[in-house]
């Protein structure tokens, strides 16, 4: 396949992608501009194909978009950004490990909670309120200030 052009549709399915993604990437700077036919086909050398899969398996791994428009954007000027790259993943590691530390907070809160809440149930009478919901605010050792913590390191995962 090297030295050969492929059209867009044809790199999306070897690509295993849209090609409304590709043009995507190539609007934010993913994929450099490829070469067009006279009746305006994009054509992406065959090179294109490793492009896309790294810029699929860097997401997997926490990076973000405009991350890898950077990083692409320095290796298209002959630059090498591997430490850069190495210093994300550095950081996108410690945010996992922090991550799964609120976690396992989280997890051990909820077992707390549910281990309350079927005492509650088993004192309680069918068809009467055990009022689940309302003890939480009763949270012993101050766990209701965890909460805030461990939402604002949801919207990392």
């Known amino acids: 396949m ?8 044809e790199l999306a399915r070897l690509a295993g992608v849209s090609t ?7 609007s934010i700077g993913i994929m450099p501009r490829p070469e067009r036919t006279l009746n305006g086909y994009r054509q992406y050398p065959a090179t294109a194909l490793d492009r896309v899969h790294a810029a699929r398996r860097s997401l997997t791994l926490g990076f973000s978009l405009p991350e890898l428009a950077r990083i692409f954007a320095i290796r298209d000027r002959g630059g090498a950004p591997c430490r850069k790259v190495r210093d994300l993943a550095e950081k996108k590691l410690c945010q996992v490990e922090q991550s799964l530390i609120e976690l396992k907070a989280l997890r051990r809160q909820l077992r707390d909670t549910l281990r309350d809440w ?7 009478s069918p068809g009467r ?6 003890s939480l605010k009763e949270s012993p050792s101050g766990r209701g200030l965890r909460t805030q ?3 604002k390191g949801f ?3």
């Open 129 to 134: 309120r055990a009022g689940l919901i309302e």
């Open 118 to 124: 079927d005492n509650r149930l088993g004192k309680t």
């Open 20 to 26: 409304d993604l590709l043009r995507h990437y190539e």
């Open 149 to 151: 913590k461990l939402k």
């Open 2 to 9: 090297d030295g050969k052009l492929l059209r867009s549709g």
């Open 155 to 157: 919207s990392r995962i």
